[in-house]
């Protein structure tokens, strides 16, 4: 409830803010704060600075380019939600934030605090992960590209150096293509256990929320389904090589089952 | 003073809470809103250990951080205590009653035991130094589960006593053996009441100044300021007469703030100590781990029936959870239960054991219906169980089984004055559609649909409106349970009404002025209903246990018609006219015949100016009731809920609600359908949401608003709430207390529908919460 005590700059710019985090080694950015707070007021997190990006107006926008959107960084669930660009081209985005956490999360929480936080109890993170997004990171030399393969390193963990700000989310345009299926026992929780499945390049991506220390890709499904295996024994595979947690929500044997039954799910509203 | 003129302008009616305009626009100020100058800020440094001996505490860092200015360990506020933190119901002449200072320094006995205090000028800072705090724990083993803290071998938590039982509580009526011995069938069913976290939306919180005049003022989020009173000159041994204590706006209590804390003891021997103000307010994990929880008992129960399933005899054993030690009533919370074990029903042999026993947990104490869900809850599962193993419908062997005459004197000795347990069956069972229902349940067995549907009741009673004093005092509870209101009528028109109960979410503003208009014929806008302040309104026992309309508006209630009788008495003086000889109906009193006449407003400025009063009557129009009731009060009713489970993921949600309660005459319909409402949603909480977790080493393992599963209203259908009233015969409001009976009713209902659902898959039972990650292992299990 009451975190320790911290300093607080508020970046006029991202490169104010990537200025910033190069100038401090304690340093943590500050966007709708919805996962950094709670953790600093448990006291479980203690930055020595905090850089407010959350008025970077410049980093909220979804735009169209090229056969892919740029989601920018400090875009909000709740614009996420209501975007009709992404309802049109890239439905499963704007559905999978529809069902985040509850109104206020909604609109305060932004897509990159939730990539960056790198929670895999989270939804958009493996969303992008079955949609192959790419991360764009800025830092003092300037951005660079990062598959979401890549992004994911660790439970809370990123490939974000920690001079480097995420400022747009590319995903590709595959219109209704793609489900997100959560269990949870109350609305505003993070998922028990998630699943995306989409299909991208002629082929059926699925990935796992909650399913190990990071987002997680289905490989077994994804191989079973490859090889012309029906829906429900490629399902069957959805916890091949995952290591669930277990916790008061669910022992990792009911995650593993879930994730067979979600996958089984998803997989049908993909085709539904 | 009724006559066949007298018309009801608010009683009865939905009237909106005066009480809102203040609370939604943030403007009403709870404790964390107050603050006074040279207010000083406490923090709790806590044991992050269940069961650990203090081999030392370190304050010199603490004590040289920014900001702080004092730090102290229980031994360094030894002499401050005058007494422990008590324990007001020692339910058996030998209850074993440990020790409980408001810092302990021998050993930590639960996680989160405090054992140290830090003061500072800022709340940051002192929780800051809090953490600098070195304290040095040698941990032993930890025992959180009741049975196995019954159990030989096992860690003693107050080592003087050589066991961890506090106490073993019997009652015995009728010729139970016997009864068993020729009874047809026998059910015996064990069941667990898991440990809950009470979740006040505000959290608790106290303050406590000194005067220069050696007076101590307290406020806290209390339920209880008058208790608090009390006990706080019994734990500093500051003069009762020197203290006041306020309850401001207090958000919510549900029990958990029917206590004696000790951070109120802290805050007031400090500021005694320091000559300052100090302040502390709970983070809510800190309170997850530092305020009462409810629940946590092991039922065993037995019924004897016909074949027919006629109920002889119902035989009770319960394991109570105490916790680390006894808060203010903790020994007494499963007794309130103990009557309750034959519910609505008409049994002849009745047995009921208690053993309490502590464990390394937070002690348990008071829960909304305290005692009396979990006896309802048993009741109406087993009787669930009897009537499968019978092959009858659940409603069929409920109605077989009621009280049908009233009053009457129930299997454990109490007398339930009215009821209409029948009624209320009907009518669930009209609103539900009850064949319907069962058809749509049929059709999805048929099709071995994932999706089941389950129909569970819980037809009820409880007993509340706490309580005859002398049946207080026959049970070894140390207080009484009258109820006192004072209602002064001021010249211009205004009326006071200055109660002894302290509302905490209830409207009891709202409620208690539509009485008070309606008695003296005034606008309820004329009416202020003051509370929350030992100097200003003295007298009270507080609010607990559904008794603040039940007793303290009976108090009210003969409060107006000492007022009316003696305004009557003026006004008879002022006509000149004799008493008899005037009608009074609604703030008016007419001489009979006549169109002369008076208002009690206008009785109320004579008693003011004394000009004209009748010989030897005093000035003035005030008048102070207290009232004991006679008995208990004892709403009932049938409760209905509908799941579905989704035999995949074994995800279970209620779909539909139905209650039906008779809660006597309703003075104010909406706020009784809040309360019900409310009490719903906590007691389907526990089937299928609600569970304090302990792990191995006894640390909390969901201790926070993330991991301890409250449910919204997205997780929740609107319920469907009606009622039939069988007016209590034993007060002049007919009324009967609402406060718990939602709690008291849906636990049993949400989980006789569960396992409604479940039992054509071979399912017998569900621990309770029913967890999807439960439902689904049990489903397993039969399919394996």
Known sequence: ?????????????????????????????????????????????????????????????????????????????????????????????????????????????????????????????????????EMVARGPSGERAIAAADFFTGFLESALRDNEILTEIRVPAIGSAGAYVKFNRRAQDWATVGVAAVRLNGATNVALTNMGATPLRAAGVEEALAAGADTAAASAQAANGTSPPSDTNGSAEYRAHLASILTKRALEALDG | MATAEETVTYVGQGVARKEDAALVTGGAKYIDDLSVPGMLWMAVVRSPLAHARVVSIDLDRAREAEGVVAAFSGDDLAQEWAGGLPCAWPVTEDTKVPDHYPLTTDKARHVGDGIAVVIAETRALAKDAAELVDVELEALPAVTDVEAAAGDGAPILHESF???????????????????????????????????????????????????????????????????????????????????????????????????????????????????????????????????HGRDVVQEIELAATSEGRITAVRTRLLAAMGAYLQLVTPGIPILGAWLYGGCYDIQGYSFTCTGVFTNTTPIDAYRGAG??????????????????????????????????????????????????????????????????????????????????????????????LAPSRILGAVRYVAGGWEATTIRCLPTGTVQAIIGTSPHGQGHVTTFSQIVADQLGVPIESVEVIHGDTVVAPLGMDTYGSRSLAVGGVALWNATEKIIAKAQAIVAHQLEVAAEDLEYANGTFTVRGTDRSMTVTDAAFGAWTAHNLPDGMEPGLEETAVYDPPNFSWPGGCHIAVVEVDTDTGDTRLVRYIAVDDVGNVINPTIVDGQVHGGIAQGAAQALFEE????????????????YLLPSAAELPSFELDRVVAPSPTNPLGVKGVGETGTIASTAA??????????????????MPASPERVWAAIEEVRA
């Open chain 1, 1 to 133: 409830m009451i975190p320790s005590q911290f300093d607080y700059e508020l970046a006029g710019t991202a490169d104010e803010a990537v200025g910033l985090l190069s100038q401090h080694d304690d340093a943590k950015l500050l966007a709708g704060g919805h996962s950094l707070l709670p953790l600093m007021r448990l006291r479980f997190a203690s930055p020595a600075l905090l850089v407010d990006i959350g008025r970077l107006s410049e980093l909220s926008y979804i735009k169209e380019a090229d056969g892919s959107i740029a989601i920018g960084a400090l875009t909000r669930h709740h614009d996420l939600a209501g975007s009709d660009v992404l309802r049109e081209r890239c439905a499963v985005i704007a559905e999978t934030a529809e069902g985040i956490g509850d109104p206020q999360v909604r609109h305060r929480g932004t897509i990159g605090g939730s990539v960056t936080h790198s929670d895999p109890a989270s939804d958009l993170p493996t969303v992008l992960l079955a949609l192959e997004a």
């Open chain 2, 162 to 292: 050589g066991t961890n039982e506090s106490y073993t509580w019997v009652l015995e009526a009728g010729e139970v053996g016997r009864l068993f011995a020729e009874a047809d069938v026998t059910v015996s069913e064990r069941y667990r009441q898991q440990r809950l976290i009470p979740s006040a939306i505000e959290p608790r919180g106290v303050m406590a100044a000194p005067s220069p005049t050696g007076d101590f003022t307290v406020w806290s989020a209390t339920q209880v300021p008058h208790v608090l009173r009390t006990a706080l000159t019994l734990v500093t041994g500051i003069p009762e007469a020197r203290l006041r204590i306020v309850a401001p706006e207090v958000g919510g209590g549900f029990g958990s703030k029917l206590d004696i804390y000790a951070e109120e003891a802290l805050c007031l021997a400090l500021a005694r100590r320091l000559g300052r103000p100090v302040k502390w307010v709970a983070e809510r994990s800190e309170g997850y781990l530092a305020t009462i």
């Open chain 2, 372 to 465: 009396r869900p979990e006896a309802t809850y048993a009741i109406e599962h087993a009787v669930d169980a009897l009537a499968r193993r019978l092959d009858k419908d659940p409603v069929e062997i409920r109605r077989l089984n009621f009280i049908k005459e009233f009053p009457a004197t129930i299997a454990s000795g109490l007398e339930i004055d009215s009821g209409d347990f029948e009624g209320a069956l009907d009518r669930g069972l009209e609103l539900l559609d009850y064949d319907q229902a069962r058809r749509e349940q049929e059709e999805r067995r048929a099709a071995s649909d994932s999706k089941q549907l389950g129909i569970g009741f819980s037809t009820y009673v409880e007993m509340c409106g």
């Open chain 2, 692 to 707: 304090a977790v302990y792990d191995d080493d006894g640390n909390l393992a969901n201790g926070s608003m993330t991991g």
């Open chain 2, 750 to 767: 949400v989980m006789n529908a569960v396992v409604d659902a479940l039992a054509p898959l071979g399912v017998s039972d569900i621990d």
